[in-house]
């Protein structure tokens, strides 16, 4: 037995009993703060790291080299081959660079650039539409901002064709006075190049001069009447009327109806000429926003120089 100072008297069992529980409780704790704790922080410190031990560390790329390239959208071997303006990168800020040069930025760096950097005065069937390219780039250490571009068409690499109102090719109209038509014309690209630069998303313009003496009005059946392009040729008694209409590329057709009204009676020298203006890219000289369109902020012709591609033939 054991007494305690009060004269207790305790089994000898109970005494080895507690004695035991004390050892079992004192080693778990030594076990929880100086070393199971530290081992399960460990853990979590090299799953924070390693992403729970499914994931590799990614090491940012410190320096990005950036080739600009570009190419004949509908042959990729073919050089387009006219330079590149980047209008906004990290600091360079409206600056031409050749074709397949490189230049050095940093992952993140977002860029707005015109591939093909001829945006006015382009030569049908030879110059191609410029294309935009928007973006950032990403965390590796090469990286290509390039684009097909589309080779341009005029009026001599086109097929135009106009119907009188029994879909009669190329015959001319008859129309009294008070009178009126339906006609229809059609355009169809040649091989490989584009009347107008799908990368806009947007649509030509066709612009009606009319003699406005023995004709009332000329209604496009379908897309916008808008505002007539500054750089379409005005006439002394002639009125203007713009309409828009589709993009139209590598052997494809585009068609169109066309309204004719009459005040008096016409004749062939009453023809109602047709004159195309394409839309394409370009950018504000002043600050350097891109725009799509049929001119610049200045109201000067981009794209292909307007060309008249035919006549709605009256008689």
């Known amino acids: 037995m054991y007494s305690d100072k009060k004269g207790l008297a305790i089994p000898t069992g ?3 009993f507690l004695a035991i529980l004390g050892v079992i409780f004192g080693t778990m704790w030594a076990i929880d703060n100086f070393g199971g704790s530290k081992q399960t922080t460990l853990a979590a410190q090299s799953s924070q790291v390693t992403g729970g031990g499914n994931n590799i560390l990614t090491i940012p790329a410190e320096d990005v080299t950036v080739t600009f390239s570009s190419w004949d959208a509908y042959a990729k071997g ?6 590149h303006m980047i209008l906004s990168f990290n ?11 490189t230049k050095q930025y940093a992952p993140g760096d977002a860029y707005v650039a015109l591939l093909g950097n001829k945006t006015t005065s382009l030569t049908a069937g030879t110059d191609y539409y ?3 390219k928007q973006g950032a780039l990403g965390n590796k ?14 009026a001599s690499q086109l097929t135009f064709t106009v119907y009188d109102e029994n879909d009669q090719p190329n015959t001319n109209q008859a ?5 009126q038509a339906l006609l229809k014309w059609q355009i169809k690209a040649d091989d490989n190049l584009c009347v107008g630069n799908p ?12 003699n406005n003496t023995v004709i009332s009005s000329v209604e496009q059946q379908s897309g916008a009447k808008i505002g007539t392009p500054t750089s379409v040729t005005s006439r002394t008694q002639h009125s203007t009327i713009t309409y828009t209409f589709p993009i139209v590329c590598d052997n494809n057709k585009v068609t169109e109806d066309v309204l004719v009204k009459t005040t008096a009676e016409v004749t062939s020298k009453h023809n109602i000429n047709m004159t195309v203006s394409d839309i394409t890219w370009d950018y504000n000289a002043d600050t350097l926003e891109p725009m799509s369109g049929y001119a610049d902020e200045d109201n000067n012709d981009i794209g292909i120089a307007d060309f008249v591609v ?3 033939r009256l008689s």
Do not use: C, F, W
Not at 142 to 153: M, V
Not at 175 to 179: E, I, T, V
Not at 199 to 210: H, I, K, L, Q, V
């Open 78 to 83: 073919t050089n387009a081959g006219t330079g």
């Open 14 to 16: 109970v005494v080895m």
């Open 175 to 179: 129309l009294a006075a008070n009178g």
């Open 130 to 132: 410029p294309v935009l």
């Open 199 to 210: 990368d806009t998303g947007g649509e030509n313009a066709m612009s009606y001069t009319y």
């Open 141 to 154: 250490g090469t990286e290509t901002i390039g684009a097909g571009q589309y080779k341009t068409g005029g």
């Open 91 to 101: 600091g360079d800020i409206g600056v031409q660079v050749n074709d397949d040069a």
């Open 310 to 312: 035919g006549s709605l």
